[in-house]
């Protein structure tokens, strides 16, 4: 049989650990934002480049290298950043989780 006092104590254990996660959630959060952030950026900096390149140049074949060049490397910036926020959104997801695999775990040894 549960007794009240241990049910506060359990009670204020998990809440205590869903304040932290939330804290912890929070910092997760504004790490995908600023690479997110400092993704948009870039990819507009490289943009803005290619474009002035474009500008410059007296050629049809150099004007469609630039722009290959371009879009390889737009390319490959995609798909290392995705991968990045893609593990930060992973992590996020396992700290979200974490409060429930304790509280899950003291209630079945509890039954």
Do not use: R, W
Not at 17 to 23: G, L, M
């Amino acid at each position: 049989m549960i007794k009240i006092d241990d049910l506060q104590i359990f009670s204020q254990a998990h809440f205590d650990s869903a304040v932290a996660s939330a804290a912890e959630m929070g910092g997760n959060a504004q790490a995908i934002a600023t690479a997110v952030s400092d993704y948009a950026k870039k990819s507009m900096e490289d943009g803005n480049a290619m474009v002035s390149e474009l500008a410059t140049v007296k050629s049809m074949e150099k004007a469609i290298e630039i722009q290959g060049d371009y879009a390889k490397m737009a390319y490959e910036n995609f798909m290392a950043e995705g991968q990045k926020i893609g593990g930060l959104y992973a992590d996020l997801a396992k700290q979200a989780c974490k409060p429930f695999e304790g509280l899950m775990s003291k209630m079945t040894s509890a039954t």
